[in-house]
């Protein structure tokens, strides 16, 4: 079945700087991949989301890249802003027969210091 | 807010208690989830619902028994629970099953199981 990896776990950033999570997923089938942001108390709210046929996709400060060989994608968040501390997750949608779900990742916790 | 409430919030409950947890979506949506959260492990698909019909019953223990009395409200009945039960229950919405289908998560009921 599928299975997806998470890394880092934690990750702490200054302000302004880059941050990048990464994903490996098993199933070479999976076809979307969403990125879900958990602020606390609260429950995962998706931020961006590719498709197989896509390489990358942009919104704002965010951003996902694809590599479907390598079976790897990436979230990258630019300019990063304490509002940006949060839980990541990473999910891939596993296709079995005319329905699927997502598998997620373990998540990322990611701190932006002011 | 997205859309989707959960109550309650907080519970804690005896290993012979008998509680149930209520979700409810308002977003006109067809297909309804129980998620399982618990601490640094990838959430947990636990039961799908879609036009009130179970599609997914994901290897759960039968202590955790799912309604679905229409597509606006979701429960999830608990009896006979043990301590690693407890974990933050996510409810999740959305149009249809399909990977286009973005599903929007609730807040969580915190589970205490004594």
């Known amino acids: 079945g599928e299975n997806v990896e998470q890394h880092p776990s934690t990750l702490s950033v200054q302000e302004g700087d880059s941050a990048v999570i990464k994903c490996t997923y098993s199933d070479s089938a999976s076809n979307y991949f969403p990125w879900y942001k958990q602020e606390l108390g609260k429950g995962p709210q998706l931020i961006i989301d590719i498709r197989s046929n896509v390489g990358e996709k942009k919104d704002q400060r965010i951003a996902v890249t694809l590599n479907k060989t390598a079976k790897h994608f990436s979230l990258h968040i630019t300019e990063t802003q304490p509002e940006d501390s949060a839980v990541y997750f990473c999910?891939?949608?596993?296709?079995?027969?005319?329905?699927?779900?997502?598998?997620f990742g373990k998540g990322t916790k990611l701190s932006v210091k002011p | 807010e997205t859309g989707v409430t959960q109550t309650p919030r907080h519970l804690v409950m005896g290993m012979t208690n008998k509680k149930s947890l209520k979700c409810e979506q308002h977003?006109?949506?067809?297909?309804m989830y129980w998620y399982k959260q618990s601490a640094k492990k990838p959430l947990e698909l636990m039961f799908v619902?879609?036009?009130?019909?179970?599609?997914e019953n994901n290897s759960v223990p039968s202590r955790f028994s799912p309604e679905c009395p229409n597509s606006s409200h979701l429960f999830l009945h608990l009896h006979t629970l043990q301590p690693e039960d407890s974990a933050l229950y996510l409810c999740?919405?959305?149009?249809?099953?399909?990977?286009?289908?973005?599903?929007?998560f609730g807040p969580g009921t915190r589970l205490t199981v004594l």
């Open positions: 999740a919405s959305s149009q249809g099953i399909q990977p286009a289908d973005t599903q929007y």
């Open positions: 977003l006109g949506h067809n297909a």
């Open positions: 619902y879609n036009f009130k019909e179970q599609t």
């Open positions: 999910a891939a949608y596993r296709r079995r027969g005319s329905q699927g779900n997502l598998i």
